[in-house]
């Protein structure tokens, strides 16, 4: 319908340019536009006889649309747009041979489908205008004959790594455009900007041509699976899994965390109304080495794709043990809680020392290697970043000498460690940190007065603390709010201010009738973590529990876990993926820094990695140009399995300045199973951002007509006529028939 | 009517949960004194810590503090001058009262404030009940000091009720390594600390304790959870610390030891 009024498709009006090819210039039109127009209304006016002026206005503008119709089809309207010349133009069609376009929509694969619309339909219309140059592709781009051969049987969709490749052909071919079948089940999470630009440049559109449906009809599919790539023994880990499910609105399902096919933590969730949603589990790290976690949900009945339930994440539970130093103004109860909330239960992962000021001039010390602290608090860089993590409790911050307060903030900041404050007569605002640089670092703003009061309290969590791991007492969440309920109130507590942006508040303190205020409160600052548990009154949950109880210990364990889990060490290698997904590429990222913790520019950095077959490759890593103390480099895993990759960083070729053990692992065969429905809009994409089009297949009969329009390969520029549009002519005769049939019904012919 | 009593009952209920939701503050103890001190101006402080003397029953072995029983003896005058040395010597937050945790009628209480101290543990008499609940209290954490009590006999009547306590942990003698004696004050050369009678008796032993101990019991992780002063009387070296008579090095040793036990306490 369109062409028949119009004359052309409309691709060709979308990336047409609109031009007059009339030698007289535009403005003359205008004017005699105007003339016509004026001349037109002194008439009517003069002559309008009986007509009222609305009527006769009517009739103004009506003899002044046709003559400006008129006027301006004599002008010569065209369209200007570059064509690609018949038979001197190459066309790609590439067809999808991953395994997920095996996949049977109403009793047809997609690949059969696909073959269909292909050799009855599009190939033959295309071949009349442009030499057609066939691929398949799955992992890579590959040429091939006949469509005959495909089998949907690649283990991976890499769409931009094809498209690269043909791009990379179209130097020695004129390439007109690229027409793409395929159901957009990309694995790789997209078609990287690089690609992008390169086919912009060329100015290749790729035209999409869409297959399988944008989701099923019963399905539960796994979108991502986020967990810590690190973590230290024993720790309590969260899983945030992203959902999608479709035709479950409301059915409760088992979100599980799997070990050697062994279900290690699992609760029961609601799946909301058809969209995306998060949702945490939290499960136990285990012991030191590298553990395979499978994450997802259950498979539950009538589910179209069962395959897509869960996901493999890697975690590497480190033997080091962390350094976590607690310094304390004075003695206090929750001193000797803290530390035996670590030291009675024999903690794996965190080695606690402390320091606390008995009397105005003697400290006592328990440190756990001989010969720490023998100077006190420490004075130097080097000495504190020793630590991993830090503990603050009531302390004046004039304890501290500007350089020592000053050291405190970069801990966190460059150094990377964690950072708790604890509430005291002597600390926060009743210790004069207001105007320090540790209060910059907190994620609270502090009160200008006094605020710690030894008043008991009761805790609660706030929604963010009923999903984090440092206040998780129970695997159920439904338990562990309960649990949270009855929890013994604290000692003592202190009115904090309100949050900065980027801070989190987990709990909350409040006297009986009073409003709540931030009892423990993190964010993330620099490099590191910093924290505020407004209270010191925590030994309660001790003292006023069961001697079996193990709450305190719990959550002491678990907040010293956060704060050092992440610190990093002077070596830190890292890599944006660690389960390769059918695939072998490995980007490798290096961070190395000295005793202070500041970058190291000149460093030789070399990774071994133990391939899953025993053997190992080493690979050399290059400074980054853009980030001092950032070494990179690829490498390519040949084969399914664990790979182990060892960093050591030197100076001079010498000196060892650090090294750092990464986990990684190939897995083959499962990425096809996820994202099996069309991806539309990464289609949509595509097609738009290299000017091509979009279709479905039902659709696709218009894609000939509109790959003939194109700046690639070998064009001529044409000038299409517009002036003998049919739509013209229609809009000439109903101008004026729609007068005379007014003038008729007013009675003025 | 049904629904009244309901009421009713909701709002005790509520108004009893609310009580207990307060540490027990400050209270004099009029008639059961044994060495009254005025009570000064900041004795309801919130404070830290204080000392915390235990009120327990001495019943069969009541002894010359007949119907009081032994639990108040130096009090309070000997906790005030402790309380004064520590605030003076330690950055401890200290108030300048006692505090007495009644085990009798409200035995609970003792969960809030983990350091307790009792004297003349010689005479002291306990329930099972109570017996079991400071059981919980020290493997809760808690840390018990008993002091002032002396000889064969006394220290029978007190392991009858400590080896209830803990029938399967045994009472031995602290080492001079051990960090109880090192927290503040280094006390390897120890005396023993007589009480006031020693001025007209001239024996430095009451009984037939000629020898001091300082014994403990300990927990699993090695950390002493009852310290016990035997043949000696830390209190009365406290309760005469103003006592001319009163010899200074038996002072100072009772008072270097009171502070190490509490900072042992407060630290390990």
């Known amino acids: 319908m369109f062409e028949l009024l119009f004359k052309y498709p409309p691709a060709f009006f979308s990336r047409g340019k609109f031009v007059l090819l009339s030698r007289w210039p535009v403005w003359v039109l205008v004017l005699l536009i105007v003339i016509a127009a004026a001349g037109l209304f002194w008439n009517v006016r003069q002559r309008h006889g009986l007509l009222s002026n609305m009527r006769a206005g009517i009739i103004w503008f009506a003899e002044t649309a046709l003559i400006a119709l008129l006027l301006f089809m004599m002008w010569h309207p065209a369209l200007s747009l570059?064509?690609?010349?018949?038979?001197?133009?190459?066309?790609?069609?590439?067809?999808?041979?991953?395994?997920?376009?095996?996949?049977?929509?109403?009793?047809?694969?997609?690949?059969?489908?696909?073959?269909?619309?292909?050799?009855?339909?599009?190939?033959p219309d295309l071949k009349k205008r442009f030499q057609v140059r066939l691929y398949s592709f799955g992992r890579d781009a590959s040429r091939i004959?006949?469509?005959?051969?495909?089998?949907?049987?690649?283990?991976?969709t890499r769409i931009g790594d094809s498209l690269k490749h043909i791009a990379d052909e179209a130097g020695t071919m004129p390439l007109g455009a690229i027409v793409m079948l395929t159901d957009g089940g990309d694995n790789t999470g997209g078609v990287d900007r690089d690609t992008i630009s390169q086919l912009r440049q060329l100015h290749v559109p790729v035209h999409t041509i869409g297959f399988g449906p944008d989701h099923f009809a019963k399905d539960i599919e796994i979108v991502d699976v986020a967990t810590p790539a690190r973590a230290l023994p024993q720790s309590r880990l969260t899983a945030r899994v992203a959902i999608r499910q479709h035709g479950y609105s409301g059915a409760k399902v088992k979100l599980v965390v799997r070990e050697n096919d062994h279900p290690i933590s699992e609760q029961v969730i609601e799946l909301k109304s058809d969209a995306d949603q998060s949702e945490t589990v939290l499960f136990n790290a285990g012991v030191k080495g590298a553990h395979t976690f499978q994450i997802g949900v259950e498979p539950v009945q009538g589910e179209e794709?069962?395959?897509?339930?869960?996901?493999?994440?890697?975690?590497?539970?480190a033997e080091k043990k962390m350094r976590v130093l607690y310094i304390e103004g004075e003695p206090r109860w929750e001193y000797k809680w803290i530390r035996r909330a670590i030291l009675d239960y024999d903690d794996p992962a965190i080695e606690l020392s402390g320091m606390v000021r008995t009397t105005q001039n003697k400290t006592y010390y328990e440190v756990a290697r001989p010969g720490e602290l023998a100077n006190g608090f420490p004075t130097k860089p080097e000495e504190l970043f020793g630590y991993d993590g830090l503990i603050i409790g009531s302390v004046e911050a004039n304890y501290f000498t500007p350089q020592q307060q000053q050291m405190i903030r970069?801990?966190?900041?460059?150094?990377?460690?964690?950072?708790?404050?604890?509430?005291?007569?002597?600390?926060?605002?009743?210790?004069?940190?207001?105007?320090?640089?540790?209060?910059?670092?907190?994620?609270?703003?502090?009160?200008s007065q006094k605020t710690f009061s030894r008043d008991f309290a009761d805790v609660a969590l706030t929604e963010a603390g009923e999903e984090s791991p440092i206040t998780r007492l129970e695997d159920a969440r439904d338990k562990n709010d309960a649990r949270w309920k009855k929890m013994p109130q604290v000692a003592n507590y202190a009115v904090m201010g309100t949050p900065k942006p980027g801070a989190v508040v987990l709990m909350t303190v409040a006297e009986q009738g009073h409003h709540p205020s931030p009892l423990l409160t993190i964010q993330n600052y620099g490099r590191g973590r910093v924290g505020i548990f407004a209270t010191s009154g925590s030994w309660r949950w001790k003292m006023l529990q069961d001697h079996t109880d193990k709450t305190h210990p719990i959550f002491w364990q678990q907040l010293m876990r956060w704060m050092v889990t992440e610190t990093p060490g002077e070596v830190v290698a890292s890599t944006p993926r660690q389960v390769l997904s059918d695939d072998t590429h490995l980007p490798l990222r290096v961070n190395v820094r000295d005793k202070n913790y500041d970058p190291v520019a000149g460093a030789t950095v070399q990774t071994t990695i133990v391939r899953p077959d025993g053997g190992s490759d080493t690979v050399d890593l290059k400074p980054d140009p853009l980030e001092s103390g950032v070494y990179t480099g690829n490498y390519t895993a040949e084969k399914p399995g664990t790979y182990v990759a060892e960093t050591v960083a030197r100076q001079d070729g010498k000196t060892e300045l650090g090294r750092d053990t990464l986990t990684f692992r190939r897995e083959d065969g499962v990425a096809e199973n996820f994202g099996a429905a069309q991806n539309r809009d990464l289609l949509e994409k595509l097609s738009s951002d290299t000017g091509g089009s979009y279709y479905t297949a039902a659709g696709a009969k218009r894609l000939p007509d509109e790959v003939s329009v194109s700046e690639a390969g070998i064009t001529a520029h044409d000038n299409l006529d517009l002036w003998d549009m049919p739509i013209l002519f229609l809009l000439v005769i109903g101008i004026r028939g729609g007068e005379w049939l007014l003038r008729r019904k007013w009675g003025v012919v | 009517m049904r629904f009244r009593t309901a009421i009713v009952a909701a709002l005790l209920c509520c108004g009893f949960s609310a009580l207990l939701a307060f540490q027990a503050q400050f209270k004099e103890y009029p008639g059961e004194e044994d060495n009254p001190a005025p009570v000064p101006k900041d004795a309801f402080e919130k404070t830290e810590w204080t000392f915390a003397r235990l009120r327990y029953p001495s019943g069969r072995y009541s002894g010359y503090d007949g119907l009081r029983g032994s639990w108040p003896t130096d009090f309070p005058k000997a906790d005030r001058q402790l309380l004064q040395g520590v605030r003076r010597l330690t950055r401890i937050h200290t108030r300048s009262t006692e505090q007495v945790i009644d085990l009798v009628n409200n035995p609970d209480e003792i969960f809030n404030w983990p350091w307790v101290y009792a004297v003349e543990v010689g005479h002291w008499d306990l329930t099972d009940q109570q017996c079991k609940l400071m059981r919980e209290y020290l493997l809760r954490g808690g840390f018990l000091m008993v002091d002032d009590f002396h000889g064969t006999f006394e220290w029978d009547v007190f392991t009858q009720s400590m080896s209830r306590i803990f029938p399967d942990r045994p009472i031995v003698e602290l080492p001079n390594a051990d960090p109880i004696f090192h927290t503040v004050y280094d006390?390897?050369?120890?005396?023993?600390?007589?009480?006031?009678?020693?001025?007209?008796?001239?024996?430095?032993?009451?009984?037939?304790?000629?020898?001091?101990?300082?014994?403990?019991?300990?927990?699993?992780?090695?950390?002493?959870?009852?310290?016990?002063?035997?043949?000696?009387?830390?209190?009365?070296?406290?309760?005469?610390?103003?006592?001319?008579?009163?010899?200074?090095?038996?002072?100072?040793?009772?008072?270097?030891?009171?502070?190490?036990?509490v900072v042992y306490a407060m630290s390990h």
């Open chain 2, 187 to 261: 006390l390897d050369q120890r005396v023993q600390v007589p009480g006031l009678q020693y001025l007209y008796s001239g024996r430095i032993y009451e009984k037939d304790g000629t020898v001091p101990h300082w014994r403990a019991i300990y927990d699993d992780d090695g950390r002493v959870m009852v310290a016990m002063c035997f043949n000696q009387d830390d209190g009365d070296a406290w309760e005469h610390a103003d006592n001319p008579q009163y010899e200074a090095k038996y002072t100072s040793q009772a008072y270097r030891l009171g502070i190490n036990y």
């Open chain 1, 305 to 317: 794709n069962v395959q897509n339930n869960f996901m493999v994440r890697l975690v590497n539970v």
């Open chain 1, 82 to 123: 570059a064509r690609l010349r018949p038979q001197q133009n190459v066309v790609a069609v590439v067809v999808d041979d991953s395994r997920s376009m095996g996949i049977s929509e109403d009793g047809k694969t997609r690949l059969a489908a696909a073959e269909t619309l292909l050799n009855d339909q599009l190939i």
């Open chain 1, 145 to 156: 004959d006949q469509t005959q051969g495909l089998v949907a049987g690649d283990n991976a």
């Open chain 1, 410 to 447: 970069d801990f966190a900041d460059r150094r990377g460690g964690g950072v708790l404050f604890l509430a005291g007569r002597f600390a926060l605002a009743d210790g004069g940190y207001e105007n320090t640089p540790m209060a910059e670092m907190m994620p609270l703003h502090i009160p």
